[in-house]
């Protein structure tokens, strides 16, 4: 069996001064991801799921899939979609996997389902230790117009509610980074430190450019901005987040593009590997697959250890002429 497998990079050490980031890599990492179908309740402009992908996957083969993942020295997990909520039986996936020996347990969602009363309660008395939530506007109407959803823009403050009013579950939010979104990213670090007074939580947040496939790719006049026009931005929202006290950090950008933030790009930290389990052999995912690739200008780049390339979307797209420095003057 092969497992996708996300793990720290070991040459990367967390810097001292953020010991949020350190609990919530030591706390998740090692991780196996766990597929629970592709059944989805939005239709997210930006999505990288591949809607065409199988039937639901069922117990027995989730079963199958925490097994082997244990047997290989895995005791962390995510549970991912499509949308994990959905299934009903999720608290019983959640507790055969703590049954099972796993001490972690996430389960990556949108929420909606959680706003339903006794829902978010049932998975952590099943033993759910982790949610992380995608939360890619402040505005909820915007969220609603991403998700193409309407009834996301009440169902969704109900569940950001109700997570952030469970202390028994660890909370994180998962941005993704659009042509729709970017230019709000300080507005949005301002509303997540206003949460994160009003909640006590940490709430520690990672966005991610939009990867250009399936979807995104399809609406990709509307949600793929250049890379030019996301740096400025982001910027702003990582230098405020350092004054606000706010764990605010991105992935899915070369590194060159922000010079100075490499403490803040999550790449830098992780990779993903696909483990044989069989062997033992893990072949990395993350560096020269068919998704992101290293251009000639990449050569002898020094931020090559911790940077995953440029998405070959995105270069069909834009190109490579981006691949450079951007100082804070041509970021403005």
């Known amino acids: 069996m092969r497992l996708d497998v996300q793990a720290r990079r070991g040459s990367t050490e967390v810097p001292a001064a953020d010991p949020i980031l350190a609990r919530y890599l030591e706390a998740l990492l090692p991780a196996v991801y766990v597929d629970t179908g592709r059944a989805c309740n939005q239709d997210c402009v930006y999505c990288s799921v591949d809607k065409r992908?199988?039937?639901?996957?069922?117990?027995?083969?989730?079963?199958?899939?925490?097994?082997?993942?244990?047997?290989?020295?895995?005791?962390?997990?995510?549970?991912?979609?499509?949308?994990?909520?959905?299934?009903?039986?999720?608290?019983?996936?959640?507790?055969?996997?703590?049954?099972?020996?796993?001490?972690?347990?996430?389960?990556?969602?949108?929420?909606i389902r959680l706003a339903a009363?006794?829902?978010?309660?049932?998975?952590?008395?099943?033993?759910?230790?982790?949610?992380?939530?995608s939360l890619d506007d402040h505005r909820w109407e915007r969220q609603a117009a991403l998700s193409r959803r309407p009834s996301t823009e009440q169902l969704l403050p109900r569940a950001l509610d109700n997570l952030t009013a469970e202390a028994r579950v660890?909370?994180?939010?998962?941005?993704?980074?659009?042509?729709?979104?970017?230019?709000?990213?300080?507005?949005?670090?301002?509303?997540?430190g206003g949460l994160r007074e009003r909640s006590g939580r940490e709430l520690l947040t990672i966005s991610t450019f939009v990867k250009p496939v399936t979807?995104?790719?399809?609406?990709?006049?509307?949600?793929?901005?250049?890379?030019?026009?996301?740096?400025?931005?982001?910027?702003?929202?990582?230098?405020?987040?350092?004054?606000?006290?706010?764990?605010?950090?991105?992935?899915?950008?070369?590194?060159?593009v922000m010079p100075g933030f490499g403490a803040r790009n999550i790449d830098s930290y992780t990779s993903v590997s696909s483990l044989d389990t069989t062997s033992g052999h893990a072949e990395p995912m993350d560096q020269g697959d068919d998704d992101f690739v290293r251009v000639e200008r990449c050569?002898?780049?020094?931020?090559?250890?911790?940077c995953p390339g440029v998405h070959r979307g995105y270069l069909e797209l834009f190109g490579d002429a981006e691949l450079r420095e951007h100082s804070a003057e041509t970021s403005a």
């Open 170 to 192: 660890a909370l994180s939010f998962y941005h993704v980074m659009t042509r729709v979104n970017a230019p709000e990213l300080p507005a949005f670090v301002r509303f997540v």
């Open 299 to 306: 050569r002898g780049c020094p931020h090559a250890d911790g």
């Open 53 to 111: 992908a199988p039937a639901p996957v069922s117990v027995d083969a989730v079963q199958a899939t925490l097994d082997a993942a244990f047997s290989s020295g895995l005791r962390r997990l995510v549970f991912i979609g499509g949308e994990p909520t959905l299934r009903d039986d999720l608290p019983e996936l959640v507790g055969r996997a703590r049954a099972r020996g796993f001490e972690a347990v996430v389960v990556m969602t949108n929420g």
């Open 215 to 256: 979807v995104a790719w399809d609406n990709r006049a509307l949600v793929v901005p250049k890379i030019s026009d996301v740096v400025g931005p982001l910027r702003q929202a990582l230098e405020l987040s350092s004054s606000l006290g706010v764990p605010f950090y991105f992935r899915n950008l070369p590194e060159c």
């Open 117 to 133: 009363p006794g829902r978010l309660a049932s998975l952590v008395d099943a033993g759910l230790t982790h949610v992380q939530l």
